[in-house]
């Protein structure tokens, strides 16, 4: 990797900033009292799992790893405080999440790194589907745009790292 490209640089700084709104979120919403939770520990952490699978397959494959070290990083900062928040929680989508993790692990130690890489795209992709019909269904609606600020986080970072710093459109590391 000879460098990273300004819109891999502008999706980190994205989703870095996002985390500040949602852990405030998550620290003020009456929707994030325990049994009515619409985030939970579990589902973060198995998150913080996918993302860290992701960032150790980029690294491998000398890939654009800032924004998946900001992702690891916010994840895990937003499974502590729902874990201080004691908002635990088991649902049928947290055991499909665990299951894409255990997946995802299996594929990289069987078939290394740049497989696992788009294993784990795919369970992430899989796994934040529910989590943004969540943030959509819910009638306070504030984690929405939390949510719609990672998309475009997530787009920015991936279209910089398909463009080369040269502007030449090369292999995608995401």
């Not at 913080?48 to 990083?73: K, M, N, R």
Request: charged share 10%.
């Amino acid at each position: 990797m000879n460098g990273l490209h300004p819109l891999e640089i502008l999706g980190g700084g994205i989703a870095a900033c996002l985390y500040i709104p949602f852990i405030y979120l998550l620290l003020r919403e009456a929707n994030t009292k325990k049994g009515g939770s619409s985030v939970s520990f579990t589902s973060f952490a198995l998150f913080f799992f996918l993302d860290l699978v992701v960032l150790i397959s980029t690294i491998e494959q000398d890939g654009a790893w800032l924004f998946p070290a900001i992702l690891c990083a916010g994840t895990f900062l937003v499974s502590v405080t729902l874990l201080a928040r004691r908002l635990v929680s088991i649902t049928r989508m947290n055991i499909f999440v665990a299951v894409l993790t255990v997946v995802c692990l299996i594929v990289y130690y069987t078939a290394g790194s740049y497989w696992s890489l788009y294993a784990s795209l795919i369970a992430i992709t899989l796994a934040g589907y529910d989590q943004l019909k969540l943030a959509w269904a819910t009638p306070q609606g504030d984690f929405k745009y939390i949510w719609l600020g990672f998309l475009v986080a997530s787009l920015c970072s991936l279209v910089g790292a398909v463009i080369k710093p040269e502007g030449e459109i090369g292999r995608a590391h995401v």
